[in-house]
């Protein structure tokens, strides 16, 4: 297994699966790491016997870039920064004034010695606000969010191996106005399309397009829909109850986990291509591209068409 860094996504997945006392060895497979990463991982962040992902975070990024202090280590430095500061000038003032002497320091930096040294506070105009802690409710909702979530580590078998009708993914093709899309859902084994017109985007809208779409399917031929995780498909326990097909996504950024979806998207660019506006485009002219591509053979179905297989089980 190739090895990778825990991203900022593994670690909050990673403490949400901790708390469902999922095994280490199934976290592995979920996240696609060794079970070994994954138990060093947790002994470098946790603290209390509790795995904290900001806190692991803040460590690797220690541990990455292994600077150095730069004010404590510079008494020239740090004896410029002291005096401007009891002369109540900001961090953002300083940093521009040793910025005139070819002496390059971010504000940042000097706001973290501040925080460091939490009498030199006593200097600054606002003492707090914008140095708060501002990270814990962020955290605790992204961490909400992907606890409600099935992730395509989690998927059967079946499904990764494309050894049924009915799996399928999902996405929105962008116009040129960016608030007007073409929803589509691919069937994986077979790569029959269903295609939609949204004249606006929002999730409760996606989830009723695709509910009215798939309730025209048999239910042995709505079993999964993997997603992208685009704010479109936040509503997805209401696609969930709705279709009764299990609602999995993909890992943020990994665009080649629906392979099947992308691949048609650019099949459809040939009708709707980029940049292109959909403001004239109607249901009719979706609903042709969509016919014109579900018949037309593939090679990979030994040049029988999406609707044949789809359709005609018995091919």
Known sequence: MRYKHFSKDDRVKLAVLLRTKTKR??????LNKDPVSVWREIKRGSAGGKYLPLLAGRKAKERKTHRKRRIENDERLKKYVLEKLKLYWSPE?????????????????????????????????????KYRRRHGTVLREKMREYGKKRWIGER?????????????????????????????HVERKTGYLIADKLDAVS???????????????????RQSITYDNGTEFSSHEIVERKTKASVYFANPYHSWERGTNENTNGLIRQFFPKKS??????????DRMVELLNRRPRKRLSYLTPFEMFHCASF
């Open 156 to 184: 059967p078998q079946i499904i990764n191996d494309r050894a049924r009708i009915g799996d399928w993914e999902g996405d929105t093709i962008i116009g040129l106005e960016r608030t007007k899309r073409i929803l589509t």
């Open 93 to 129: 003032q300083i940093a521009g004034r040793l910025r005139r002497k070819d002496i390059i320091i971010c504000h940042e930096t000097i706001y973290g010695y501040i925080i460091r040294h939490q009498k030199l506070k006593k200097y600054l105009r606002c003492k707090k606000g």
């Open 277 to 286: 506006s959909f403001a004239t485009v109607t249901q009719e002219q979706v």
């Open 25 to 30: 060895k199934e976290i592995g497979r979920i």
């Open 203 to 221: 999730a409760e809208i996606v989830a009723e397009k695709t509910a009215e779409s798939f309730r025209k399917l048999p239910k042995q031929k």
